[in-house]
């Protein structure tokens, strides 16, 4: 069974610019979570998505969005990139988004932003 | 006091040796916890869930400490496999479907 997908697997921008990640959620999962994850921390949430309805939204500037499509796959779009947008974004699927449910991480998209 | 606190590390052990990482949390509300473990430059994947009974998988045996708001995870006879990084992470809560990741503590196992 194919695993959670994210493409691109890495990004270079320049400030000022717009970026556009994809996920594609394990077979059967609904709901799709976006990370961020900069060296030597742990994974900051962004977002959930479970049924195409925002259901969580963690502590990032409006800059950040994204959205569910109908066959549950999902894309974060990040506008005006700052330098401090560099990292790993993790995408994260699991069959429901309850808060006990395993969540199954994608390999991520490493974004450089120069 | 921080929702999730770790020691970031990294604990330099032995080949066989027994090696224990504790995560505090502070969120008494806090019913579940997981362990995910995250291998250099890969995504995190999961080790197990620690319930109020705790769990044992195996070498890995995962703790609930509710009165002192902790959980700890306990690696015996360490392989030079279990070198990653082990991240700690309170699920939500009270409605919120925001769960917390600790930065993660950093384990080396050497021959």
């Known amino acids: 069974d194919a695993g959670v997908t994210q493409s691109p697997t890495h990004l270079i921008k320049t400030r000022g610019q717009q970026v556009t990640l994809r996920c594609s959620p394990i077979?059967?999962?609904?709901?799709v979570s976006w990370y961020q994850q900069v060296l030597g921390q742990g994974p900051q949430f962004i977002f959930q998505?479970?049924?195409?309805?925002?259901?969580g939204r963690g502590n990032f500037p409006d800059r950040f969005s994204a959205r569910q499509f109908p066959n549950y796959s999902s894309e974060l779009n990040v506008n005006a990139l700052l330098l401090g947008d560099s990292a790993l974004y993790l995408c994260?699927?699991?069959?429901?988004?309850?808060?006990?449910?395993?969540?199954?991480f994608g390999p991520g998209t490493r974004l450089t932003v120069l | 006091r921080k929702e999730v606190e770790q020691d970031p590390g990294p604990f330099n052990v032995p080949e066989g040796a027994t090696v224990a990482f504790n995560c505090t949390y502070s969120?008494?509300?806090?019913?579940?916890f997981f362990w995910y473990r995250q291998d250099c430059r890969k995504e995190p994947k999961l080790l197990m869930s620690?319930?109020?009974s705790g769990n044992e998988d195996g070498r890995f045996t995962a703790q609930l400490n509710r009165a002192s708001q902790y959980i700890s995870l306990l690696i015996r006879d360490s392989k030079l496999s279990d070198s990653a990084t082990y991240l700690c992470?309170?699920?939500?809560?009270?409605?919120?479907?925001?769960?917390?990741f600790g930065r993660g503590t950093s384990l080396i196992v050497h021959p």
């Open positions: 994260a699927s699991s069959p429901r988004g309850g808060s006990t449910d395993t969540q199954y």
């Open positions: 077979s059967g999962h609904k709901s």
């Open positions: 998505y479970y049924e195409k309805e925002e259901r």
């Open positions: 969120n008494s509300a806090s019913q579940s």
């Open positions: 620690v319930y109020s």
């Open positions: 992470v309170v699920p939500a809560s009270g409605g919120s479907y925001i769960p917390t």
